[in-house]
C-alpha cells in the first residue's frame, strides 16, 4: 500500500480485504436462482474451505468477476449484478473467512487469495476473464498477475486502491493501533468502518445489512487479513500486467498523485475518477461506475457491446 492510501485508511476508515485459499476446486453445490436472476453456488478447495458465489445467466464477452474489500461479500457488488443480469455473465465472491464462505485462520494473505481466484476460474471455467478488484480485492488481482500472468484475463479494473508504493511508518502505525480498537470493541468499529464507505446518503436497512455481513468475520480473523495486507506489496506485480487496465477512483484529489503513479506503473492504463462518491463509489455512483464498466468492457478485444438496456 501507497503512504496515501495508508493515511486514508487511518483518517477515514477506509479498509480492505485479505482473503485466501489453495488452488484446486471441487464443486459442492449446483447454483440456486435467487429473485433477479442472481445465482449462489459453492465450489470446495481441497483443504475442504468453501467459496461462496453469485452469479449471472452467461452472456457475451468475458466473464466479470467482482473480488470485494475487507470484510465485505459478494453482495456488496450488488448494483453491478443487478445491471449486468440480462446481458453479461458476473461472479461476485465471498472471500475465505467472509460472508457464507469458510470461516479460517489460513492463508489470510493476498497471495494465497489470488490462488483462491485462480482456482474458481478454472473450476467454473470462466476464463477470459475481467478481474475487478475492489481495495484491497484490488492488490488481489495483482497478486493474480504476478503468479499466473494474464492468459486467463481480458482486462483489469481496479478500484479506489493505490497500489505501488512505500508504506508510510507513521500510518503503519496509526493503523495498528486502529486494529486494536477493533478487538476492543467489534461491533463499534465496524459500524463506523461500513458507514465510512459511503459519501451518498445509504439506506439504515441497507447499512445495517452490510454490517451484519461484515460481522460475520470473526474478530481474529478480520485483524488478520488486514495484517496480512498490510505486509504484502503490489509493487512488482504492476509492472507484468499487459491487459488492459482501468483504474477507477473516488479521491477528493483531481488528480490524485497517488493514483497518477500507479497509472504510470501500468502499461497502457487509464484513470477514471468517480465523483461524489466514497470508497465504495460503485454504491454510491453506481450508474456511472456501470456505464463506466460497461464501456471498458465492451471496448476489449472480444468484448461484444451488451444489448441496450
Known sequence: MTPTTLGRLARRGRHVAVWAAIAGLVLVAAPALEAGGIKHGTVRLRDGVTIHYRATAKGPGPTLVFV???????????????????????????????????????GLQPAARARDIKGVIDRLKLAPVVLVGWSMGASEVAQFVDQFGTADLAGLVLVDQSLGGEPNPAARSAV???????????????????????????????????????????????????VGSMASSSAAALARIDKPTLIVYASDLDPDPAYVRMQARIAGSRLERIEGAGHALFVDQADRFNRVLDAFVSGLPDGRAAHPR
Open 68 to 106: 470485494p474489500g475487507w470484510m465485505m461479500t459478494g453482495a456488496i457488488w450488488e448494483p453491478q449484478l443487478t445491471h449486468f443480469a440480462a446481458t453479461r455473465h458476473a461472479v461476485a465472491l465471498d472471500p475465505r473467512g467472509q460472508g457464507r464462505s469458510t470461516k479460517t485462520p489460513e
Open 176 to 226: 495498528i493501533q486502529w486494529l486494536g480498537d477493533v478487538q476492543a470493541d467489534r461491533l463499534k468499529e465496524t459500524t463506523a468502518f461500513v458507514r465510512g464507505l459511503f459519501k451518498q446518503p445509504q439506506p439504515e436497512a441497507y447499512l445495517a445489512r452490510v454490517t451484519k455481513d461484515a460481522m460475520a468475520t470473526p474478530t481474529a480473523t478480520a485483524v488478520a487479513l488486514y
